[in-house]
Nanobody, 121 residues
């Protein structure tokens, strides 16, 4: 499956963005999806995960209560709604796919190209 993340941009602190992860080839509903981010000089970290059916979700403590992951398998798309954004959320955000369930980057088989999110104070 080929993934493409989009929806990033520049936003003021407290603002919102919605990221999309679309599959251009393959069926996204066959995969659990993870959202990861990487800020300059920092390791890639997991932000949120959603199972293939959408029935199970997981959030990192740093985004819990502010970010919501969802998916529309009919549209072959997974979303990450990001509210109450903080400057610390600034990073390149990636979506990735894995057949079963995983939370570590190394376990994911397919990656999108990343979309930049910049939150200014």
């Amino acid at each position: 499956v080929q993934l493409q993340a989009s929806g990033g941009g520049l936003v003021l602190a407290g603002g919102s963005l919605r990221l999309s992860c679309a599959a251009s080839r393959g069926t996204l509903g066959d995969y659990a999806i993870g959202w990861f981010r990487q800020a300059p000089g920092k390791e890639r970290e997991g932000v949120s995960y959603i199972s293939s059916s959408g029935g199970t979700t997981y959030y990192a403590d740093s985004v819990k209560g502010r970010f919501t992951v969802s998916r529309d398998n009919a549209k072959n798309t997974v979303y990450l709604q990001m509210n109450s954004l903080k400057p610390d959320d600034t990073a390149v955000y990636y979506c990735a796919a894995v057949v079963f369930w995983a939370t570590t980057p190394e376990a994911f088989d397919y990656w999108g190209q990343g979309t930049q999110v910049t939150v200014s104070s």
